[in-house]
């Protein structure tokens, strides 16, 4: 292994959304499974410190990790598929960066100089990139938010230019995904959009040294050899990425073109060690050959986006490949629901999440679900906010407390089973202030829960700033609705459950951010398995 580490720069071109985290995430994948020790970083153009502020529907889900950073989503590929967690120094963003040099400038750091983008701005982008240099990895991956010619992205461009030339030959690389679109009026691949990207990236001082290539049909050698002659790379360095069914898919089809051989091969390593991928297999041939099927409702606010969702969507693929069941995804608008099309939207549904989220927009049809999974007996998973919907819709139709509340919505109601958490009744500023990162959580012994995890202490990630009031838990106690997990330290209630009912859970935590594909969660996967126990008893 190399005594200092590799650096491998991914940029795309053309068109965003091409799926550079997923290519920076299988290359990481496989050259772990060779024996490298691998890490993946993410740059983000936009002005946000981070996108904790950011709506969903701007940017997808907000990923949290260990140490409490709200990053971009792409750093949940890069767990899920190197099983391997990421820090605040894994994503980096424009924001930080000026945040950082205008702190210096304030302090006087620079002794009176004319503060720069060149070089104050890319010394500090270069400083971020080299961060995780500092650790123990041979290989470190750093994806570059955004489009090649985007003004927000010429720093990164050309601070990876700096980086080249200082790291030295053979000590980094420049792999260029880009996109061939398919004319169908005259049936072919046109290369020119890929050519155009390649050149603007050398006019920037950067030579790409591998192309990635987005296609929704194969590439003929014809066409390689012309993306070769004109982006000046080996024919070898053109490497195909068909549109695939899965994104877990992405990384043997990149491999069944040495894709990490090539990569390897450019910074000088040694390609003598195998990558098999048993484990990789193993769950693809699980989860495209499901013995059993079910359909989970998903409530929530921002069903339109997807993406708002995508470490739930995912972990239900790993728990459901390890139960070697399908897991279809009924997207329900909380906003359209009550009590006379609940019955309606739900029946199709084997089981039922409540999603995470912010603000009051759709919370009574998020109650209404909660009231109906629970009176219908159909398994239930509430996550952050849909736990505490399931407070708030129990406390009003079992305890009779007509107007209880969670006082984010409603901060004069006479019942505030959710409420404030102390520590956050001073905050002012609303990014990176909620409780955030992972916290402990004891579990309650002879709980469900605690059979489900098979331990007595579990650490999950957090984001939330509200909490279940604590004055209400011996009456809920009372009713069947128990506190399976607390926090050891200050008493929180990290998790309910309502012991008379199959599986009615409400987790205060985020369990979706641990799942990866080597290790499925384990609340996911009960939450499958109570699924089709339910299914086989109807």
Not at 278 to 303: A, H, M, Q, R
């Amino acid at each position: 292994m190399s005594t200092s580490p590799k650096y491998i720069f991914v940029t795309g071109g053309v068109t965003s959304s091409l799926g550079k985290g997923i290519v920076a995430a299988s290359l990481g994948l496989l050259l772990k499974s060779r024996g490298f020790r691998v890490t993946i970083q993410k740059l983000d153009p936009y002005i946000n410190i981070d996108p904790g502020t950011l709506n969903p529907y701007e940017h997808g889900e907000c990923y949290v990790t260990e140490d409490g950073a709200e990053t971009d989503l792409d750093l949940g590929h890069y767990e899920r598929f190197l099983d391997a967690p990421t820090s605040q120094n894994n994503n980096v963003t424009t924001g930080k960066i000026y945040q950082t040099v205008i702190d210096k400038e304030r302090r006087g750091d620079f002794l009176g100089k004319t503060v720069q983008v060149i070089p104050h701005i890319t010394n500090e982008i270069k400083r971020r990139i080299k961060i995780l240099g500092k650790q123990d990895y041979d290989i470190i991956i750093t994806e570059i938010g955004g489009t090649v010619g985007d003004i927000e992205s010429l720093p990164y461009i050309e601070s990876v230019r700096q980086l080249r030339y200082e790291l030295g030959e053979k000590n980094s690389i420049v792999i260029h995904l880009t996109l061939l679109p398919y004319l169908a009026a005259s049936g072919e691949l046109k290369t020119k959009p890929s050519q155009h990207s390649v050149r603007q990236l050398m006019e920037s001082g950067v030579q790409a040294d591998i192309l990635v290539c987005r296609t929704e049909h194969s590439i003929e050698k014809s066409i390689r050899a012309k993306l070769a002659q004109f982006c000046n790379v080996p024919v070898s360095n053109v490497i195909e990425c068909l549109d695939a069914d899965s994104i877990y898919q992405v990384p043997l089809l990149l491999q069944a073109q040495d894709f990490d051989q090539v990569v390897l091969k450019a910074l000088n390593l040694s390609t003598d060690s195998q990558s098999e991928l048993g484990d990789w297999k193993e769950f693809l041939l699980k989860y495209e050959n499901p013995k059993n099927s079910i359909t989970i409702g998903l409530i929530g606010k921002y069903v339109s986006l997807q993406d708002s969702y995508k470490s739930i969507i995912e972990a239900f693929h790993h728990a459901g490949a390890s139960q070697e069941t399908e897991v279809k995804i009924e997207w329900i608008y909380s906003g359209d629901l009550n009590s006379n099309t609940v019955e309606e939207s739900l029946k199709k549904c084997d089981g039922i999440l409540i999603a995470p989220g912010f603000g009051d927009r759709g919370i009574d049809g998020k109650i209404v679900s909660a009231k109906y999974a629970r009176e219908n007996r159909i398994p239930t998973l509430g996550i952050c906010l849909g736990m505490q919907i399931m407070t708030i819709e129990f406390a009003r139709n079992v305890l009779r407390m007509e107007q209880a509340n969670s006082t984010e919505f409603d901060d004069k109601t006479p019942n505030p089973v959710i409420a404030l958490m102390e520590d956050q009744k001073n905050v002012v500023e609303k990014g990176g202030t909620m409780r955030l990162g992972a916290w402990s959580c004891k579990l309650v012994e002879d709980s469900t829960l605690k059979n489900i995890y098979g331990l007595d202490l579990i650490t999950e990630r957090h984001r939330h700033r509200y909490e279940f009031n604590g004055d209400y838990k011996k009456l809920f106690e009372e009713n069947s609705f128990k506190t399976s997990g607390e926090n050891p330290d200050t008493n929180l209630t990290e998790a309910l459950e309502l012991t008379t009912h199959p599986f009615y859970i409400g987790v205060q935590y985020h369990p979706e951010y641990k799942s990866t594909v080597e290790k499925p969660h384990p609340l996911f996967k009960s939450f499958i398995q109570a699924v089709l126990s339910q299914q086989n008893k109807a």
